[in-house]
């Protein structure tokens, strides 16, 4: 499940009620580690985190080598059978 906002201020509340961090991952569908972590960014910090976007910058591609991917895929497609036997 991705975590949103909510979602790590209700981690934050739940352990402050004394709620246990296998329980709270179990009921949110995340990592006991990562509502451990959590939970220390708040201690430390004071305040929840902000949750940054995650994954790969995309790093754009010229139209050289999208034309090179595309006649690649062309030459060697598979192409399907016609008969099946």
Same mark, same amino acid.
């Given at each position: 499940?991705?975590?949103?906002? !909510?979602? &790590?201020?209700?981690? &934050?509340?739940?352990?402050?009620?004394?709620? @246990?961090? %296998?329980?709270?991952?179990?009921?949110?569908?995340?990592?006991?580690? !990562? &509502? *451990?972590?959590?939970?220390?960014?708040?201690?430390?910090? $004071?305040? &929840?985190?902000?949750?940054?976007?995650? $994954?790969?910058?995309?790093?754009?591609? @010229?139209?050289? *080598? !999208? %034309? +090179?991917?595309?006649?690649?895929? $062309?030459?060697?497609? @598979? +192409?399907?059978? +016609?008969?099946? $036997?």
């Amino acid at each position: 499940m991705k975590l949103d906002e !909510r979602k &790590v201020r209700y981690i &934050v509340r739940a352990r402050e009620r004394g709620e @246990s961090c %296998r329980d709270i991952a179990l009921h949110l569908s995340v990592s006991r580690r !990562r &509502v *451990e972590q959590l939970c220390a960014l708040y201690k430390d910090n $004071g305040e &929840v985190s902000s949750l940054k976007r995650g $994954g790969r910058r995309s790093i754009p591609i @010229s139209d050289d *080598e !999208r %034309r +090179t991917v595309f006649a690649a895929y $062309g030459r060697y497609r @598979s +192409t399907p059978s +016609t008969s099946r $036997g």
